[in-house]
Each structure stands twice: as C-alpha cells, then as structure tokens.
T-cell receptor, first 108, second 115 residues
C-alpha cells in the first residue's frame, strides 16, 4: 500500500544551524505533499506544501525540495531556533497519509 | 484567527465505558476529519465528512466507534465501549474543500486515557 516515511526518528541540532528532515514516499502518482509541525500537546500545524510539478519551494526560513526520481522530499529549516523543536511529519494528498514523524531537538 | 475547537482536552475513562468527543470546525469549512494519533506515530484518518455526509469511514472500527455531523457543522465522535487500546490523541481537522490540494487545519486534540 501507499506509505510515507521519515528517515530518522530523531534529529538533534545546535541552535543557529540548519536542519534537514528527509521523507520518502512510495506512490509515484502522488502529486502534492505537505509538511506539518506538531508541538507537544498540540495538533499538527501546516508549514509548507509542494506540488509535483515543482522541485523546490521556499517559505520563511523553510525550504522543501522534491526529488520525484527517487521519490524523496526534504524540509530544510534555516537558522534553527528553540521554537522549531517539534515533531515534523510529511504527508501526501489524498487520504493525507502521515509518516511516523521526526522529532527535532534544538540544543541551545 | 479562526481555529478548530475540540472538547474535552483530556478524558480519562475506564474500559467498557462510553466516551464522546466534540469538534467545531472553522466556520465555513465543509470538510471535517477525525484522526487518531497513537503516541509516537502519525495521525491516522478515522472518518471524513463532506457537509453532513460521511465520505470515508473505511478505517473507523464501526463495532465500537461512531461519528456524526448532523447539521454539517460541528461533529461528535463516540466510542462505546472503550478499550485499553483506544488510548490515544483524537484530532479533528477541517478544510474548505475536499479532494483538492488544500491544507487541513487541526484542532488541539482530545487526549484519551482508558484505564
């Protein structure tokens, strides 16, 4: 069946460094992906999305890259801040299938 | 800023009891979703409504779970009887359109603990 999965369950970075969270998907027909951030005790929050006709999309301090050849997408966070500490999920459209999530820990 | 409201935020119950969760989506959002999130995992869709109609409940354990959205606005998710394995976060989300590339807005969730 369809699946999305993040490569690492936990990522620890130093404050101010850049963070890269990776995600693989299995459905080559997927045409839309979303990154969500979930802080402790809260529901997921939309960060950024990307359509399959794009390779890159930038937001405020975040960039999503899509590599359709290897069915891989990544979320890059520039100048990581303590407030970025959360669980990050990639999801694909349709039934909005979530992966397991990567916990980002920011060390001061 | 408009938000999805859920209540209660926390619920502790004993197994075999009945529990109910309530969700009020963002005003004007026709599509409403209920998800279950087990600790350490991503949300899993239980049921999707378009207005008052169920469009997907394929993952809803219908022997004990039920969901309704009678007037196409707020929604209730019920579990009867609750089992130990039902302990999880129950998230409600809404979006303005279904089946299109449109983000879902999530509520804060109801944390259910079954003893």
């Amino acid at each position: 069946g369809e699946s999305v999965g993040l490569h690492l369950p936990t990522l620890s970075v130093q404050e101010g460094d850049n963070s890269i969270i990776n995600c693989a998907y299995s459905n080559s027909a997927s045409d839309y992906f979303i990154w969500y951030k979930q802080e402790s005790g809260k529901g997921p929050q939309f960060i950024i999305d990307i359509r399959s006709n794009m390779d890159k999309r930038q937001g405020q301090r975040v960039t999503v890259l899509l590599n359709k050849t290897v069915k891989h997408l990544s979320l890059q966070i520039a100048a990581t801040q303590p407030g970025d500490s959360a669980v990050y999920f990639c999801a694909e459209r349709g039934k909005l299938i979530f992966g397991q999530g990567t916990t980002l820990q920011v060390k001061p | 800023e408009a938000e999805v409201a859920q209540s209660p935020r926390y619920k502790i119950t004993e197994k075999s009891q009945a529990v109910a969760f309530w969700c009020d989506p963002i005003s004007g959002h026709a599509t409403l979703y209920w998800y279950r999130q087990i600790l350490g995992q991503g949300p899993e869709l239980l049921v999707q409504f378009q207005d008052e109609s169920v469009v997907d409940d394929s993952q809803l354990p219908k022997d004990r779970f039920s969901a309704e959205r009678l007037k196409g606005v707020d929604s209730t998710l019920k579990i009867q009887p609750a089992e130990l394995g039902d302990s999880a976060m129950y998230l409600c989300a809404s979006s303005s359109r279904a089946g299109t590339a449109n983000e879902q807005f999530f509520g804060p969730g109801t944390r259910l603990t079954v003893l």
